[in-house]
């Protein structure tokens, strides 16, 4: 029965893309070869189809029934138009080697993606955050405003396409929908070849990234980077149609395309300025005018852009989260996040970027997937540029590549990758026995027994061929615990933890197979925030065992002021209490206080909150001019201000700037003494009590998650107690007190 | 001029964001009440928070985050144990490839109390572990209990002169 379901998801998400697709091609009057219809309309419905789920999403009417209905009525009236029959001129038949190798190619690696799409979906991304949302807003009819995960503020058009599927056959019927966009992708290349009477490196190109490992691999899994492809390829592909055929309806596709780009990932927004120049560049050939035309296509991307920056800008107050924290300040993502994020994705595990041509064609480790050694060919690509018909290939080849460097992951140059295979193909079928060898050597090598003969050893790949899990002739969760090694604890957390609650974890889980609420602490500046609470109780450097003192004569102050002198790019300034004193005793902090803070003016409590495992960090590296300020709503006496701090930061020069009755502004003090006092004892007790005071109620930890050992073995002296235990991840329960057989 | 117009729509839609005036002052967390667990005990890993008491030489440092370390000829450690008898000792750690190039096969002793409980012949690369019972007699309750792993060869860097044994992660005494 889930087989049934799972394959009658993919097919109406197909059908109703496919559907909708058509219908916008007839009513832009845009004509089209018999073999390009279907797959230039199952892109462009998609992204029609991804709008109106966005839609539903935002008026929260996200239920099975309104899908399957909308769909069941988009596919009977496709079906009364007749939709599902093809129509117009066919392209002259393919070189009777190429039908044969296609054929072979098609069959051979299709069952073994159909066999890796229909099992249970264990890829990394797809079961924690891509089909994790989709079941959150599933659940939710809509759209939540999610500020604790940076993933849920990415553009999401793959997310709204999983969600038909999702209702009708649950996860793999997602990444069916996916897969489908791994047929479309290589049909639509070898359509492109044959549009420029180039059919022999059309199939070449097509075999070349149908086989490729890791479009495999990702066109199998709940991702979105083979539809982002297809989109940027379908940009690419109906501009070459309007070149020939030059309508207004074109141009709507080619919006239509460019903001579907957009709307599944930011990366590929660069679909839009190539389509727009590309438009410039022929209408200027020409000697027309290009403004109206720029306009349109413009106008109609940004209808399926700007949803996804408005949606960030309410929820997070950055449209283009989790990007650009430093200009488009928000309380949701530190500025340090996304440079530790940046830095991490410009080298993954590389040591030098000479290793990427190699990891990312051949060894498939270090960056996680590998497109095939024939892509070390991708250079001659280059050649085209010396032919102004076939340059648009090159040059779509290079500004897709552009984004790489800034994620240096293999998925990332799939969307160029089209590009490049064509360029190779275009090249090597200059000598057609030579591309059709090549294509065979593509193929062999891609066949996943094959790869452990060349790869590294971990290379990320497809693993064995699971048809009983594909079948579900075995129990799906057989699957899921082989192949997700948090899985296991990801069911005991539904088992232990009650509805409402929340879990705070170091890594990701698969999410999507969870109902509980699960944040992860590096995906939000909360959950860096919980996960500094935890950590200030156990690594001695981020305890605040440094005071730094300003005395100044007594006077009363209306306002204070402690500003920062020092630029320190490597290190963030932060306070873990600030303390006003009067003649030796600290002034009582008064509810009518006004406290201020640059950068990061969210989190300035935490430095006058009393605890020692909370602090006021600026979370981005410390410049002169940052500040702490206190504004007092009556005057207050005082002749010393105390800072407690840790010792991850070296220490500053700092002034204490006041501001008397009047109104002037004096220096208090520059010259503050520096002193060591005694960590506090029940440090652990006191991160507990804070974290529950914060909606943490359980604590998720792997054995390789600093602080693993100490939470097991000093269970009783950190407030918790052990709530469930796989493997090395443990769950516990956070108590807040201490069981009275621990106490001395 | 797109260009503009995006920049203009960005920052109209960053207008969205509140960002706080001033904050008021948050409620006070009372005085800590808890109680700090005893410093050391029968097992450490590298990334324990508490690692320092353990170390008595020739391990290198680390971050504190690190989970391994890299040891000298003669790794010392120390441990409290509570109970003394049943227990088995365990060390995990890692032969490394590049240094196993240079010194060839090394012997790594492991010493409880200035007592040989075993050694272990290492030819290859890769993660090990070693686990044998450690007799009850040559161990002290509540007191320090020394444990060296010595290993017969170390490789030495031609820059520095910095010499290295092996991969230490985690090492004790367990039930």
């Known amino acids: ?744 | 001029m797109i260009l503009r117009c995006l920049i203009l729509l960005l920052v109209l839609l960053s207008a969205c964001s509140q960002t706080p005036e001033s904050q008021p002052i948050p409620p006070q967390r009372a005085a800590l009440a808890g109680q700090d667990p005893p410093s050391f005990g029968g097992y450490v890993r590298m990334n324990d928070t508490l690692v320092a008491d353990y170390l008595v030489s020739d391990v290198n440092g680390g971050a504190p985050t690190d989970s391994w370390r890299w040891t000298n000829k003669k790794p010392t450690f120390r441990f409290k144990l509570t109970k003394i008898t049943g227990l088995r000792f365990e060390a995990n750690y890692t032969i490394s490839n590049s240094t196993l190039a240079t010194t060839g096969p090394v012997v790594i002793t492991w010493s409880v109390n200035g007592h040989i409980l075993g050694s272990a012949k290492e030819s290859t690369d890769g993660y090990r572990k070693f686990t044998k019972p450690v007799p009850a007699e040559w161990l002290l309750p509540n007191a320090e209990n020394i444990v060296t792993g010595e290993v017969d060869k170390v490789w030495v860097s031609p820059n520095d002169g910095a010499k290295l044994g092996f991969i230490i992660s985690d090492l004790g005494f367990i039930d």
């Open chain 1, 1 to 744: 029965m889930l087989v049934i379901l799972i394959l009658l998801g993919a097919f109406a998400a197909a059908g109703v893309a496919i559907t909708l697709g058509r219908h916008a091609i007839e009513r832009l009057q845009i004509t089209l070869h018999r073999e390009e219809q279907f797959a230039v309309s199952f892109v462009l419905g998609s992204g029609i189809w991804s709008f109106i789920v966005f839609g539903l999403c935002t008026v929260h009417v996200i239920y099975k029934g309104v899908l399957i209905g909308l769909a069941a009525a988009i596919l009977l009236y496709g079906w009364k138009k007749g939709f599902h029959r093809l129509q117009g001129e066919s392209f002259p038949p393919l070189p009777t080697i190429w039908k044969r190798l296609l054929t072979a190619v098609a069959a051979v690696f299709g069952v073994l993606y159909l066999a890796h799409a229909m099992a249970p979906e264990v890829s990394p991304d797809g079961a924690a955050y891509h089909l994790g949302l989709v079941g959150q807003y599933f659940r939710a009819h809509g759209f939540l405003p999610i500020t604790t995960n940076i993933y849920a503020s990415l553009s999401q058009a793959m997310e709204m396409l999983f969600m038909l599927p999702f209702a009708i056959g649950r996860h793999s019927a997602a990444a069916m929908t996916h897969l489908t966009f791994l047929c479309a992708l290589p049909w639509l290349i070898l359509c492109y070849g044959r549009r420029i009477n180039q059919p022999a490196a059309g199939a070449f190109a097509a075999i070349l990234i149908f086989c490729a490992p890791v479009i495999g691999l990702d066109g199998i899994s709940a991702y979105n980077d083979i539809a982002t492809a297809s989109a940027i390829f379908t940009v690419f592909y109906l501009l070459q149609v309007w070149k020939q055929q030059r309508t207004n309806g074109l141009l709507t596709a080619i919006g239509i395309a460019a903001g579907f780009a957009f709307a599944l990932k930011y990366t590929a927004l660069l679909a839009l300025p190539f389509a727009l120049a590309t438009i410039a560049w022929n209408m200027r050939r020409d000697g027309r005018k290009m403004l109206l035309p720029l306009i349109r296509v413009t106008a109609i991307a940004s209808v399926l852009i700007a949803p996804w920056l408005i949606k960030n800008a309410i929820v997070i107050g950055n449209p283009v989260s989790p990007f650009l924290n430093s200009i488009l300040k928000n309380p949701h993502v530190h500025i340090a996040f996304e440079q530790h994020y940046q830095k991490h994705m410009a080298m993954y595990a590389i040591a030098s970027r000479t290793e990427i041509p190699l990891q990312v064609t051949a060894k498939g480790d270090k960056l996680t997937g590998l497109l095939g050694p024939i892509f070390l060919l991708s250079p001659l690509a280059l050649l085209l540029l010396g032919n102004p018909a076939l340059r648009p290939i090159a040059l779509a080849a290079l500004l897709f590549t552009l984004p790489y460097p800034a994620n240096v992951g293999t998925r990332f140059l799939i969307p160029a990758a089209p590009f490049f295979a064509l360029a190779i193909g275009i090249i090597c079928s200059r000598i057609d026995r030579l591309a059709v060898g090549l294509a065979l050597v593509h193929a062999v090598l891609s066949w996943p027994d094959a790869i452990p003969l060349y790869a590294a050893k971990y290379a990320w790949r497809l693993d064995g061929f699971p048809w009983k899990y594909a079948l579900h002739l075995r129990p799906d969760e057989e699957f899921l615990l082989k192949r997700i090694g948090s899985y296991a604890i990801t069911r005991e957390i539904d088992k232990v933890v009650p509805p409402g609650k929340r879990v705070l974890g170091f890594d990701q889980i698969p999410e999507a197979y969870s109902k509980t609420e699960y944040l992860v602490g590096f995906q939000s500046a909360t959950g860096d925030n919980l996960v500094d609470i935890f950590h200030c109780a156990i690594i001695p450097e981020r305890r605040a065992v440094g005071r730094t003192q300003f005395h100044f004569p007594r006077q009363k102050l209306l306002r204070i002021r402690l500003v920062q002198n020092t630029n320190l790019a490597e290190e963030r300034w932060s306070i873990a209490e600030l303390r006003i004193r009067n003649n030796g005793q600290q002034v009582e902090r008064k509810p009518n206080w006004r406290l201020r803070s640059s950068p990061n003016p969210w989190d300035v409590a935490s430095a006058f909150d009393n605890s020692p495992v909370t602090r006021w960090s600026s979370w981005e590296p410390r410049k002169a001019g940052m500040f702490l300020e206190v504004q007092f709503l009556a005057p207050v006496e005082a002749d010393e201000i105390i800072l407690e701090i840790s010792r991850d930061q070296t220490p500053g020069q700092m002034t204490l700037e006041g501001y008397d009755t009047y109104g002037n502004k004096y220096v208090l003090s520059s010259n503050p003494s520096e002193s060591e006092i005694q960590p506090q004892s029940g440090l652990r007790l006191a991160a507990t009590q804070e974290l529950l005071a914060r909606g943490i109620d359980y604590l998720l930890i792997n054995d390789y998650n600093y602080g693993y050992e100490d939470v097991r073995r000093n269970t009783r002296y950190w407030g918790m107690e052990l709530a469930a235990e796989k493997g090395t991840t443990r769950l516990y329960k956070l108590l807040g007190t201490i069981p009275e057989e621990a106490k001395p």
